[in-house]
C-alpha cells in the first residue's frame, strides 16, 4: 500500500475540491469514489497495492493481436490527403504502403524503418514479448534488410496489474530480439487501460536489393512460410473454445523469428515480399497485387493452417476482425466452385506475427520450401501463383482434396442473475434503472441483437448450438425472434446498430446504452455518428432523455 502523505493530500484534495474536478481525471468529481471507498486519493499519488499472482492478459483488452489494429478501409479513409514526402531519398514510404520505409544514405546503403504495437494476443507475459518483438522485426525481414536497433514501446495500466507483467512483457521482447541480434536501445511508455507492447525498429538495406511488395511478375510462385489462424485462435481461446493445444501451437508459431525465412529467400532470388499480418491473407496479398499491376490465384486446399483452426471454422467461431478485413479486401476475391463463406473466413483472419508471403521464379519454389522446412519453417507451403498483368484480383480456387470437419456442439451457458427480471417490464434489456443490473451480452456475429442475461436466459442468441436445461422453448423462440430482428436485412448492420442505441436511450437503459454504444464502436462508429443515434432519441423524449444521456456519454 502506498504511504499517505497528508499534507501532500490535503494540499491537493483542496485544489480539487475548489476546482470541482479531481487533477488526474477531470472527469470526476473530488472527493472521487476512490477516496470514498478505500481511503486514497490517486491525485496526491496514492494508488492501491498492485495485485499479485500471474494475470491472464487475453482478458484484459478487448481485441487480441493484431486484430486490435485499426482496420484497413478505415486506414484508407483516414490516411487520404495527408500531405506526400518530396524527397528522393525516401525510396519506399507512406504511398507504397508497404511492410516499412526505406531512407537511402548513399549509393550501397538505405535505412529501413517501422514500428508495431498491438494488445496481448496470449496470456504469458513473457511469450506476449517474444511475439511483440518478433512482429516488429518482421517487417524489416519482409522488405529483404537486416534490423539493428529497436525502441519498446508499451501501455500498460500502471496499479491495476502487477509491475511483474511488464517486467516480463519487456524481458520476452528484450530476450527475442537479442535471439535476431537487434540492440534495444530505449523505449517509451504510457500509462493506459489496455496493455499493448510494440517496438520501432531500424534496419539496414542495399538500395537496389529491397524486396519490396510490388515486384511480382508472370508465372512468380507464392510460398508462405507460417500457417494462419492466429485471429481465429485467439478469439476461440478468449470464448474457451480453442481447442486442446491449439494455442500452445499458435503461440511457438508467432514468436518464431521470420529471419531464416529471408535469409533463404533472398537466396532464392525472390522478386517481391510482404509479411501476412492484421490485413489477413486476403488483405495483404491483395495489396500486393495491385501494386504489382498483376492478377494472383492461391489453392485454399494448400494454404497451411494451424492445428484446431479448420474446426473452429467450422464451428462458427470467427472474430469480427474477420468482418472488417472481409469489408476491405473482398472486392478483390474471385472465388471458385466450392468455396462457402466459412471455409473463406481462413483468407480474412487477421495474423498476430504471421509468416512472409514471397514470389520466387518457378524453378526455385521447391527448393526454397525445402529449404524452410529444413530451417524450422515446417508449416511453408507452396500456395500458388501469379496469372500474369492485371488488376490486383486473388483467384482462391479449391481441388476438393481438404474440407471443414463437422461442427462440434456447445450447451449455452447460463448467466447468473440475482434479482428477477421486472414484471413491469417484460421486453428485452428490461433492468432499466437499476444500478446492480447485468449489462446485456452482445452477440459476436455483430446483428446488434440485445441479448439481456436474466432469469438464466443463455448469453448466446445465436440459435446454432443447444439449450441448457431449464430454458423453455418459448424463451428459445424469442430469443431466435432477436436474432432475427436484428440481423442485417433490408436495413444494414450499422443501421440496425444506430437504431439499438437510440431506442436504448429512449428506453432510459443504462447497461443497454453502454453496450449497444461499445458494440457501435467495434463496429467502426466515430462519437459524432453514436451522439446522432443518441439525439435521434433525445428528440422524442425531451430534457430528461437529454440529461440520461449527458450524464452516461463520459463513461461509454
Known sequence: MTVKDMEKRRRVMARSMQLGHCICDPKKSCPCDIFRQQDLCPCAGEQPTPPAGPAKLTDLVHRPGCASKIDARSLKRILTGLPSIDDPRVLVGMPAADDAGVYQLDEDQALVQTVDVFSPSVDDPYTFGQIAAANSVSDVYAMGGRPITALSIVGFPVGSVADDVLHEILRGGIDK?????????????????????????????????????????AADQLVLTKPLGTGVLAFAGQIGRAPDGALEAAARSMARLNREAARLMIECGAHACTDVTGFGLMGHLSAMAAASKADVEVLWDDLPVLPGLLQCLADGIVPGAIERNREASAASLVAGDGLDQAMLDLCFDPQTSGGLLIAVPPENVERLVEQLHESGDVGAAHIGEVRGPGTGQVFVL???????????????????????????????????????????????????????????????????????????????????????????????????????????????????????????????????????AAWMAIAFGGSPLMMFYKALRSSV
Not at 184 to 189: L, Y
Not at 205 to 212: L, R
Not at 410 to 419: M, W
Request: charged content about 25%; glycine content about 10%.
Open 177 to 217: 530480439m537479442k535471439e535476431a541480434e537487434v540492440a534495444v536501445i530505449g523505449g517509451h511508455s504510457i500509462n493506459d487501460q489496455e496493455i499493448k507492447a510494440g517496438f520501432a525498429v531500424t534496419g539496414l538495406i542495399h538500395p537496389k536489393k529491397i524486396a519490396s511488395n510490388a515486384g511480382l511478375r
Open 398 to 532: 479449391t481441388s476438393g482434396k481438404r474440407s471443414l470437419p463437422t461442427p462440434r456442439r456447445f450447451k449455452k451457458t447460463k448467466v447468473a442473475n440475482d434479482r428477477p427480471a421486472s414484471a413491469e417490464s417484460p421486453g428485452c434489456c428490461s433492468s432499466a434503472g437499476q444500478e446492480d443490473s447485468t449489462e446485456p451480452v452482445m452477440s459476436e456475429e455483430g446483428s446488434g441483437a440485445c441479448c439481456c442475461p436474466q432469469n438464466g436466459v443463455p448469453e448466446d442468441c445465436s440459435g446454432t448450438e443447444e439449450l441448457s436445461a431449464g430454458v423453455s422453448e418459448t424463451e428459445a423462440r424469442f430469443h431466435e425472434f432477436l436474432k432475427s430482428a436484428n440481423s442485417p436485412g433490408a436495413l444494414g448492420a450499422k443501421t440496425k446498430q444506430a437504431m439499438a442505441i437510440a431506442l436504448s436511450v429512449l428506453a432510459k437503459c443504462e447497461p443497454c446504452v453502454k453496450s449497444h454504444v461499445k458494440k457501435a464502436r467495434a463496429m467502426g462508429f466515430t462519437q459524432e455518428e453514436i451522439d446522432e
